[in-house]
């Protein structure tokens, strides 16, 4: 009797080969976010995914989204431990993320990772869109040469990834202790807020208030900041952070440092600006 031919089964799953760094190690991995998660705005990366990627994974990633929006994120290193840290509320802000989710982590080598979001209801989450956006402010619009065109119309090429990744480690070196610190991403640029993580505003700003900006100089900026929910104790920058965008000729990749210098009749914080091309690779 003629033995039995075996069937090769075929594996239905992922093609994760067409995003592996290399093929011999995985590049993905997940994370549930708990209630310290939330709490103390770090997020570990396992000590397995560290092992094989930690040597090239520098101190500022980039998480992407299928919505197509980018953030960067700090990354703090201790040994052999690494957490995305600053930046990340900003992330978890944005996309509505609490306690109970879970994100599915894709490493597409140099520091990025594309993101997967998914709810409490085991399912991807509905991202945001640039049609959810509430704008404060209209469009800011500049004159050239006699034609109109939006400030992102005009914006300059991105600048290195060194170049983002040495402004955040000199702001990061300077910035006092009653402050807090800002990459600025397109969001921020296009939809003219920016957001207070809830810690800071819990402790100096209260709500609906307007506070002053102030650079070097002695101008200053007068900007309403809010919570743009009910149920969230995060706060935004919101109106006049155009005016303050557009007259410090902000772009995506610079990092701002607030600090407060003033809390009487008005808040007035100290903005210091470390701009990406200054810090770029020539």
């Known amino acids: 009797m003629a033995p039995k031919s075996k069937t090769r089964r075929s594996r239905v799953g992922l093609n994760r080969d067409n995003h592996r760094p290399s093929k ?30 930690g040597d090239e994974i520098s101190t500022l990633a980039t998480l992407s ?15 052999k431990d690494i957490w995305f840290c600053d930046g990340l509320e900003d992330f978890f802000e944005y996309h509505s993320i609490s306690a109970g989710h879970l994100l599915v982590f894709r490493y597409e080598g140099h520091s990025n990772f594309h993101v997967i979001i998914f709810d ?25 040469d006699g034609s109109e065109m939006s400030r992102q119309d005009i914006q300059p090429p991105n600048t290195s990834s060194k170049g983002r990744e040495r402004a955040f480690q000199a702001a990061k070196m300077s910035m ?13 640029i296009r939809f003219k807020y920016v957001y ?51 007259d410090n000729y902000l772009e995506e990749g610079d990092v701002c440092v607030f600090e407060v210098i003033k809390t009487s009749p008005t808040i007035l914080m100290r903005v210091s600006i470390y701009r990406v091309q200054d810090y770029a690779v020539n």
Not at 70 to 78: D, E, F, I, M, P
Not at 197 to 224: C, M
């Open 24 to 53: 011999s190690r995985p590049s993905h991995f997940f994370k549930i976010i708990l209630p310290s998660t939330m709490r103390d705005l770090k997020l570990s990366i396992p000590p397995k995914f560290v092992k094989d990627f």
């Open 176 to 188: 006092p202790k009653s402050a807090f610190m800002t990459v600025l991403q397109p969001y921020n």
């Open 65 to 79: 989204v299928s919505c197509g929006g980018t953030w960067t994120v700090g990354l703090l290193k201790a040994e």
């Open 196 to 246: 207070v993580p809830k810690g800071f505003a819990n402790k100096h700003v209260a709500w609906n208030q307007f506070v002053n900006l102030q650079t070097s100089g002695k101008k200053q900026w007068r900007v309403r900041c809010y919570s743009h929910t009910s149920t969230s104790s995060a706060m935004r920058l919101g109106m006049g952070w155009a005016a303050f965008s557009r």
């Open 120 to 144: 409490k209801t085991a399912t991807e989450t509905q991202y945001p869109s640039s049609k959810n956006v509430i704008l404060e402010e209209p469009e800011d619009v500049v004159e050239l």
